[in-house]
């Protein structure tokens, strides 16, 4: 089926490190892949997106390539800041068919940077 | 552009009771999706509208269900309420466009005592 795993957190950084949460995703299918970051008591936001292979998605600061080849899609930081702390969800939405509208999330990876 | 829109924000109820939650999305968006978000499960697919139709159903029991208006606003209600319904209910919003991405709500916070 389609799945998404992400790496087990919870991850701790001291300020300006550089960071990597690990994503892989199930082989089936043509998915685009996300990653949404949510802030306590708040709900999910965009944070980057990418619709096929090879592709790059970035946004503040924040980068993860599409691997087909390697089923992955791990998002990275080169200099964390205090105000990153939150929680990181990989997902991936399949095209059409019986995916309409579904999109399906790692478990979360928790990230605290400290100063 | 106003972002999606949910209310209550928060609410409480008692168990066997049943529970209406809205959802407001983008204008110009026509696809509306729920999902469940609890500590132990994560976030749960709940179902999919479309233009007043429901085009995808996540696996969850009959004693939740949805509609989508005409003016692409959705509702979700929860009948019987049991303990374990108690959750963060987010819903999504997006053109209805394959691949394309969901903007999310705030949320709202459900109770169950």
């Known amino acids: 089926g389609n799945s998404v795993t992400q790496m087990e957190g919870p991850v701790t950084l001291s300020e300006e490190a550089f960071l990597t949460i690990n994503c892989t995703y199930t082989a089936t299918g043509y998915p685009s892949l996300f990653w949404y970051v949510q802030y306590p008591g708040e709900g999910l936001q965009l944070l980057l997106k990418?619709?096929?292979?090879?592709d790059k998605g970035s946004n503040k600061g924040f980068e993860a390539t599409y691997r087909k080849e390697t089923t992955s899609f791990h998002l990275e930081k080169g200099s964390v800041q205090v105000s990153d702390s939150a929680v990181y969800f990989c997902?991936?939405?399949?095209?059409?068919?019986?995916?309409?509208?579904?999109?399906?999330f790692g478990q979360g990876t928790i990230l605290t940077v400290h100063p | 552009k106003a972002g999606v829109t949910q209310t209550p924000r928060y609410l409480i109820k008692t168990r066997g009771q049943q529970v209406t939650l809205s959802c407001s999305p983008i204008?110009?968006?026509?696809?509306v999706s729920w999902y469940q978000q609890t500590p132990g499960q994560g976030l749960q697919f709940l179902f999919e509208?479309?233009?007043?139709?429901?085009?995808n159903k996540g696996n969850f029991p009959g004693r939740f269900s949805g509609r989508q208006f005409s003016n692409s606003r959705s509702e979700m209600n929860v009948s019987t309420l049991e303990l374990g319904d108690s959750a963060l209910y987010l819903c999504?919003?997006?053109?209805?466009?394959?691949?394309?991405?969901?903007?999310f709500g705030p949320g709202t916070r459900l109770t169950v005592l």
């Open positions: 204008s110009g968006h026509r696809s």
């Open positions: 509208y479309f233009s007043e139709t429901q085009r």
């Open positions: 999504a919003s997006s053109t209805g466009v394959f691949e394309n991405e969901q903007f």
């Open positions: 997902a991936r939405l399949n095209a059409g068919g019986t995916s309409y509208g579904k999109l399906t």
């Open positions: 990418a619709t096929k292979a090879d």
